[in-house]
T-cell receptor, first 112, second 112 residues
Framework: AQSVTQLGSHVSVSEGALVLLRCNYS??????LFWYVQYPNQGLQLLLK??????LVKGINGFEAEFKKSETSFHLTKPSAHMSDAAEYFC??????????FGKGTKLTVNP | DAGVIQSPRHEVTEMGQEVTLRCKPI?????LFWYRQTMMRGLELLIY????????DSGMPEDRFSAKMPNASFSTLKIQPSEPRDSAVYFC??????????FGSGTRLTVV
């Protein structure tokens, strides 16, 4: 079975500061891992995905994530936050089937 | 590509009424997923189809919920009778193989 834990339901950063959103996963098989972003009143949009190739994955809007098997982590980072990054971010794991299991989400606030 | 299309975007109905949500997946995608999103429970997978066949409906809350996929380009999620606790945003997503989902914009259901 797969599960995802996102540490921190709310994260607040200043514009221009580093963004770090944490995700730990559990999977009985080698996982595929994903980060999605949801803007208010919209569906989820894929930011990036890890599918067992390079462990450092680059996504859209300057985000990247690093797969660390030893730590069962897949944290999302962005060097410099922009006001438009304010949204809710979901980590998800997929292992052995088409099912995606989502974390509870982290709401990112960017302060001017 | 128009993406995953859901209708209606908003639905307000009275308790006890039948509600039907509709989804058109991306052409060529072979898996379709119905999720429900609430503040309390986050994103919950209700049911998913592969090649139009229901694979896992363990997330369907109770017999009042049913889903069909009569062909590769259309799916419905029906609630009969609806209850206030069914109020949520319902998302449809589609995928091809194991490369992540594309989500629709969702249907916001309010049962009064």
């Amino acid at each position: 079975a797969q599960s995802v834990t996102q540490l921190g339901s709310h994260v607040s950063v200043s514009e221009g500061a580093l963004v770090l959103l944490r995700c730990n996963y559990s999977s009985s098989v080698p996982p595929y891992l994903f980060w999605y972003v949801q803007y208010p009143n919209q569906g989820l949009q894929l930011l990036l995905k890890y599918t067992s190739a390079a462990t450092l994955v680059k996504g859209i809007n300057g985000f990247e994530a690093e797969f660390k098997k030893s730590e069962t982590s897949f944290h999302l980072t962005k060097p410099s936050a922009h006001m438009s990054d304010a949204a809710e971010y979901f980590c998800a794991v997929q292992g052995g089937s088409e099912k995606l299991v989502f974390g509870k989400g982290t709401k990112l606030t960017v302060n001017p | 590509d128009a993406g995953v299309i859901q209708s209606p975007r908003h639905e307000v109905t009275e308790m006890g009424q039948e509600v039907t949500l509709r989804c058109k997946p991306i052409s060529g995608h072979n898996s379709l997923f119905w999720y429900r999103q609430t503040m309390m429970r986050g994103l919950e997978l209700l049911i998913y189809f592969n090649n139009n066949v229901p694979i896992d409906d363990s997330g369907m809350p109770e017999d009042r919920f049913s889903a069909k996929m009569p062909n590769a380009s259309f799916s419905t999620l029906k609630i009969q009778p609806s209850e206030p606790r069914d109020s949520a945003v319902y998302f449809c997503a589609s995928s091809f193989s194991l490369y992540g989902y594309t989500f629709g914009s969702g249907t916001r259901l309010t049962v009064v």
